[in-house]
């Protein structure tokens, strides 16, 4: 789960969507935070890993995630539970993939389903793992933020491949507070504040776009009818 994503994510990724526009934003600042500080790390753990391979397997349809690898957190970080032979990579992104300024950093009953392909595993995961590893760790978020923006800088982190993707189609997902399980979508990434070169945030087009400085990506989030199971989604708001 990121700057006005979904998910942190998100999703930080995450996420974040419309719902993290300036409106939320301005209303989530002037209310007393909800989640001040990280809670302790078990509260972030599921208890049963085959339930949480489940969870991380709904991010997309059945047909990709059945032969992805799947990563489950544990106490310092994620590991792989699953070993994949397609190149995918689905987990269950928690708080930390949120941009540092977001309410939900902090959140621990943030459950993000995402689905990487190839690239984005390759080359856009290391950088929310990293995150979660120093919050377990009992980092903050000015540390994190510091520490992600060393690693980027000193290119310690993967460069951003082209066609880097995820699948975010899980009816069970919870990607903070105010969205819960929002909508299922598809996430694309870009690197730098690109936003414009894709037609994003303009009216009728069905694109949004959420820069994230810190990850020095831009997030394209391109909304579907569906859930991973194949039911309908609720209409998309307008």
């Not at 690239?119 to 510091?146: C, D, H, N, W, Y």
């Not at 982190?157 to 899980?170: D, N």
């Not at 994003?200 to 087009?205: N, R, V």
Request: one cysteine or more; glycine letters at 6%; aromatic letters at 8%.
């Amino acid at each position: 789960m990121r700057k006005h994503h979904v998910t942190f994510i998100a999703l930080a990724i995450l996420v974040e969507v419309g719902l993290f526009g300036a409106t939320c934003r301005a209303r989530a600042q002037a209310e007393k935070p909800t989640y001040p500080a990280m809670a302790p790390v078990g509260e972030y753990l599921m208890a049963d890993e085959n339930s949480e391979i489940a969870l991380a397997r709904s991010a997309a349809p059945a047909s990709i995630s059945d032969q992805a690898e799947v990563m489950v957190l544990g106490q310092k970080g994620f590991t792989t539970a699953v070993k994949g032979t397609n190149g995918f990579l689905c987990i269950v992104e928690r708080s930390f993939g949120a941009a540092s300024d977001e309410p939900d950093f902090w959140n621990p009953k943030v459950r993000a389903p995402i689905c990487f392909n190839p690239q984005a595993a390759r080359s856009f995961v290391p950088i929310f793992l990293m995150k979660t590893r120093l919050a377990l760790t009992g980092k903050s978020k000015t540390e994190i933020v510091e520490a992600a923006a060393s690693a980027l800088d000193k290119k310690e982190l993967p460069a951003l491949e082209p066609e880097a993707m995820c699948y975010m189609m899980s009816k069970q997902q919870y990607l903070n507070d105010r969205a819960t399980n929002w909508h299922p979508h598809l996430m694309f990434f870009a690197q730098g504040d690109v936003a414009k070169s894709w037609g994003a945030d303009l009216p009728g087009s069905p694109i949004i776009a959420a820069n994230d400085p810190e990850e020095r990506v831009t997030i394209f989030m391109v909304w579907v009818g569906k859930w991973s199971d194949g039911t309908p989604a609720p209409p998309m708001e307008h």
